[in-house]
């Protein structure tokens, strides 16, 4: 799948804002992006993709994205104004 990186959303510390801690730091990094063609391909760490309204999410792994993620990505999609979040 092709898509357009728009516009930067958050830079996050992932031990700051997810349960499981890890002994080496790791950067959650949140773009917009715009889809422009192509299909998905299933890969190592995606088994599947689609598209969804904010209140119609399926289980999410929240080892590596949260639910605040998502509605962070959806609060900087409705807002062009979007300032970055950095922690």
């Known amino acids: 799948m092709t898509v ?6 958050a830079l996050e510390d992932r031990n700051r804002h997810h349960e499981r801690r890890h002994a080496h730091e ?7 992006c715009r889809y422009v063609s192509g299909a ?10 689609g598209f969804f309204t904010p209140d119609n999410l399926p289980p999410l792994e929240t080892a590596k994205t949260t639910r ?6 959806f ?6 104004h979007w300032p970055v979040f950095f922690d």
């Open 68 to 73: 605040a993620h998502i509605e962070m990505s």
């Open 40 to 49: 998905f391909m299933p890969n190592a760490e995606t088994q599947d993709c």
């Open 4 to 9: 357009k990186a728009e516009r930067l959303i």
């Open 26 to 32: 790791i950067l959650s990094v949140l773009v917009l």
């Open 75 to 80: 609060r900087a999609l409705a807002d062009p």
